[in-house]
């Protein structure tokens, strides 16, 4: 068994050990939904799917994928929202981002599942299905902000997608 097959299942104990929740940011779309599935049938790791509950399952459905155990969280019907906005308007101080803009920015998945993550409901996030990288990898860096804090970090992974993780 070569080095990095010992490594990759090291990694897969530690995570069984220990579940760990992966907000998905585009959570209609195929390879996305195919992914959780497959996640989910693996019990080591919990998908975390935006979009509106009624879209995901019914995207789920049609690309013939079981995400029956998957949390669908929706932007406009998140119950943690006045936190986020608050915690959002205060990471951007700098930028004088004011609640009406902060809900609006928060209503992109990228932004969204970015906050999940630094709110700590989910341990990490997986995106690029249908952002583009630099999308993905813009959120993570404004609010997780890695350089002052090296315990949150952002891995770019290839086919453009990214993932960054607290």
């Given at each position: 068994?070569?080095?990095?097959m ?20 585009e ?12 996640l ?18 019914a ?5 013939g ?35 009406d ?19 700590g ?7 690029g299905?249908?952002?583009?990288t ?33």
């Amino acid at each position: 068994m070569s080095k990095n097959m010992q490594g990759f299942g090291m990694m897969i104990q530690k995570l069984k050990a220990s579940p760990k929740k992966i907000v998905f940011t585009e959570g209609t779309d195929e390879r996305i939904l195919e992914a959780a599935s497959r996640l989910l049938a693996s019990n080591f790791l919990t998908p975390i799917l935006v979009g509106k509950e009624d879209e995901v399952q019914a995207a789920a459905e049609e690309y013939g994928y079981n995400i029956r155990g998957a949390q669908i969280i929706d932007p406009e019907n998140f119950d943690r929202m006045d936190e986020m906005i608050a915690m959002f308007c205060e990471l951007r101080k700098s930028k004088n981002i004011q609640p009406d803009e902060a809900r609006k920015i928060l209503s992109a998945g990228n932004y969204f599942g970015t906050m999940l993550v630094k709110m700590g409901v989910a341990d990490a996030l997986l995106g690029g299905a249908t952002y583009s990288t630099a999308d993905t990898v813009r959120p993570a860096l404004q609010l997780i902000k890695t350089k002052s804090r090296q315990q949150d970090r952002i891995f770019m992974l290839h086919h453009g997608s990214s993932i960054c993780y607290r």
